[in-house]
């Protein structure tokens, strides 16, 4: 157990935020959206899926967002990584594309929300597609860097 210290922690909470964080996201998109859509009456339909939305809303607000956030930082701090560090090529300059990925993906995550509460289903379903599409290319960053 000696080799699972504080760090290996921190970096456990943010790995497994994110995999709730997309695997929420993939387990909404390609296993409960689809059969709900084909075997739900449209009001059923749309109050289940406006149900399941807003309590993943919910949950990426009150658990996945913070947690990703404070042990991310937590993370870079440990490492030493400044805002100059982020123009370095390698490791900075992969964090940085992380990172802007990230705010992509958040403003296309809430951008999601706002077009479904205001009745707009196509947009909200193509900034639901740039959010999965988004995560899954921050996972392909993170794997790029190093866990030291």
């Known amino acids: 157990m000696d080799t699972v210290g504080w760090w290996s922690l921190v ?21 409960i959206l689809p059969p709900a859509r084909r075997l739900l009456d449209p ?26 956030l404070a042990t991310g930082w937590a993370m870079a701090r440990h490492r030493g990584v400044t805002w100059a560090s982020l123009a370095e090529p390698g490791y900075g300059r992969t ?6 990925l990230f705010a992509v993906v958040m403003l296309a995550a809430a951008g999601h929300g706002i077009a479904r509460s205001r009745g707009r289903p196509e947009l909200a379903r193509s900034l639901a597609v740039v959010s999965l599409v988004g995560s899954l290319g ?6 790029a860097l190093p866990t030291t």
């Open 95 to 100: 964090l940085a594309a992380k990172l802007a």
């Open 11 to 31: 970096r456990f909470a943010h790995v497994t935020g994110a995999v709730l964080w997309v695997g929420g996201q993939l387990a909404l998109s390609l296993v």
């Open 43 to 68: 009001g059923a339909k749309d109050r289940f899926t406006t149900a399941a939305g807003r309590r993943f809303g919910i949950l990426t607000g009150t658990v996945f967002l913070p947690v990703q």
């Open 138 to 143: 921050i996972v392909l960053l993170a794997t």
